[in-house]
C-alpha cells in the first residue's frame, strides 16, 4: 500500500469508530434519565453534535487521500467493531461507556496520527492533533460527570 492509502485505510477505521461513538452519544441523548437529567442531556447533545462533525472532517479527508469513504453497509459494518448496548443503562452507565468509546477513540487517533507521520501528512496530522484535542476534553468531562 501507499502512504496516501495507509493513511485513508488508519482514518477509515477511525470513521466506523467515530461513528458507533456518535450513535451512542445520541442514543444516550435521547434515553438519559435521573436527577442529572439536564446536565446529561445537555452534555450527550453538545457531544453527538461534535461527532456528527467530525464524521464529516474524516470522511473528506479520507476522499481528499483519492479514496472513498466507507458509507451503508461498509460503514456499518466498521462500526459494528465497537460496543453496543442491548439494554438502555444507567445514566451513570451512560457516562462510563461514553467516555470508554473516547478512550479508545483517542488510542485509534493516536495510532491514525502515527501512521500519518510516518507518511509526512501534515494536513491529517492537523486534523487527527484537532480531534485528538476536542475528543481529550470530551473525556475529562465525562470523568468529571462520574457519580462517584
Keep these: 500500500m501507499t502512504d496516501r492509502q495507509n493513511t485513508a485505510a488508519a482514518l477509515t477505521d477511525l470513521l466506523g469508530e467515530t461513528y458507533a461513538l456518535y450513535l451512542r452519544a445520541h442514543g444516550y441523548h435521547w434515553n438519559v434519565e435521573g436527577p442529572n437529567f439536564a446536565s446529561l442531556h445537555a452534555l450527550f447533545e453538545e457531544d453527538y453534535r461534535a461527532l456528527f462533525e467530525s464524521l464529516d472532517e474524516i470522511a473528506e479527508r479520507i476522499r481528499a487521500l483519492g479514496a472513498y469513504a466507507p458509507m451503508g453497509g461498509e460503514l456499518r459494518r466498521i462500526a459494528a467493531r465497537y460496543a453496543e448496548d442491548n439494554e438502555v443503562p444507567s445514566a451513570n ?16 487517533a493516536r495510532a491514525a496520527l502515527d501512521v500519518a ?8 496530522e492537523g486534523l487527527l492533533g484537532e480531534l485528538i484535542t476536542a475528543h481529550e476534553k470530551t473525556a475529562w468531562m465525562l470523568r468529571s460527570s462520574l457519580e462517584r
Excluded at 93 to 108: D, P, T
Aim: no cysteine; glycine share 12%.
Design 93 to 108: 452507565a451512560m457516562v462510563q461507556n461514553l467516555l470508554s468509546g473516547h478512550e479508545s477513540w483517542l488510542e485509534g
Design 117 to 124: 507521520e510516518e507518511a509526512g501528512d501534515p494536513a491529517t
